[in-house]
């Protein structure tokens, strides 16, 4: 018997019962279809979703030069997220996104960075939550896919808004919330205070999903208990620890958690840069294994070494080589120390 039996295992989004209640971040730059797979495939995950996807950039010809919008059937149920801050514009691509099969259309309200707040997207609308509303209103009239909000508490502690903004969202049609609760102003740092998810949840009654800094299973199933969140989202612990989705599911049944040893990590990422090399080519490949080897590796000791010696390579062979040979040396301490 599991001392978490009792916690919440799913909601719904609309119609759509998301199970179990523990879904993946979009992060742009990572959460692509090779991605998502690959989480999918380890088991626990209960939904995905697209990158940020620029409401201005679903046309036949944006799309085919940034595969944003890709997914394979496995993948379902799928939300994509689309970002703007034009009604019309952002309804327009809504539809679009529902013809090509998305089951959740996720509006983002939380990007904090400068190059998508400077137009007046992503948490710049929490500044002007009439514009957000219309926003809003018109992307539900446009589509009948369910219509969810991923947004932050505030554009800064002086202007927090979350309370006004979920009630303001929930009387517009939206079906579920994701907050990631720190402030614009406060981009990643300090901790996402996860008492304003329960505050939420006492004033709306459609599910709220908590957002940051989730990257433990115990933690995450406390969370859940302690915020009462309908959900949990997680983004960088997935990159960290792409079990963690497992692990809690597990926790959860009482099982005894999978432990991923060194030799683990090493096989996933050989397993993502095939996939990669395969599904993007030599020199896409290359560049996403550059980007993101530093936080698939955060948590191992000589990281930074690790991360050094990917960024020199010059072909994903050459890439591989370097992982393969690091964990193996990481697995011999002796070895470690002499190279
Ligand atoms: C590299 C990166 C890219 C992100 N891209 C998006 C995005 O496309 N859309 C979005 O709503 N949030 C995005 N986020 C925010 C995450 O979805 C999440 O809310 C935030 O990272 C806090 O959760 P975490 O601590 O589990 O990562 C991104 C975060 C990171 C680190």
């Known amino acids: 018997m599991s001392i978490y039996q009792n916690i919440p295992s799913e909601y719904h989004v609309g119609h759509i019962r998301i199970a179990p209640n523990i879904v993946l971040a979009p992060m742009v730059g990572v959460t692509d279809s090779i991605f998502r797979r690959m989480i999918l495939s380890l088991g626990g995950c209960g939904l995905v979703s697209s990158e940020m996807t620029n409401a201005a950039s679903v046309s036949p010809r944006a799309r085919s030069r940034h595969n944003q919008l890709e997914f394979l059937p496995e993948e379902r149920p799928i939300t994509m997220q689309l970002s703007g801050n034009e009604p019309d514009l952002v309804a327009q691509a809504a539809k679009t996104v529902e013809l090509l099969g998305a089951d959740i259309l996720d509006i983002n309200c939380g990007c904090p960075s400068p190059k998508v707040t400077g137009g007046g997207h992503g948490s710049a609308l929490l500044k002007d939550l009439c514009k957000m509303e219309a926003l809003i209103k018109a992307v539900i009239a446009a589509v009948q896919i369910p219509v969810t909000l991923k947004y932050r508490a505030g554009w800064d502690e002086d202007s927090l808004n979350y309370l006004d903004t979920a009630r303001m969202a929930e009387a517009a049609g939206i079906k579920a919330l994701a907050l990631h609760p720190r402030t614009r102003a406060q981009l990643y740092t300090g901790t996402a205070d996860w008492s304003r998810i ?65 030799s683990d990590k090493c096989d996933f990422l050989v397993r993502y840069i095939e996939m990669l090399r395969d599904e993007l080519g030599e020199r896409l490949g290359l560049n996403k294994t550059k980007q993101l080897i530093g936080q698939f590796a955060v948590d191992l000791p000589y990281a930074a070494k690790l991360r050094e010696h990917v960024h020199r390579s010059t072909t994903l062979d050459d890439a591989r080589t370097l992982i393969e040979d690091f964990f193996a040396q990481h697995s011999d301490p002796a070895l470690v120390s002499a190279s």
């Open 198 to 262: 329960r505050e939420v949840r006492e004033v709306v009654s459609i599910p709220v999903v908590g957002s940051g800094d989730v990257k433990d299973a115990a933690e995450a199933l406390r969370r859940l208990e302690v915020y009462n969140a309908s959900g949990i989202m997680i983004g960088r612990g997935a990159m960290e620890n792409p079990w963690i989705f497992m692990q809690i599911a597990q926790l959860r049944r009482g099982e005894p958690m999978f432990v991923p040893q060194p």
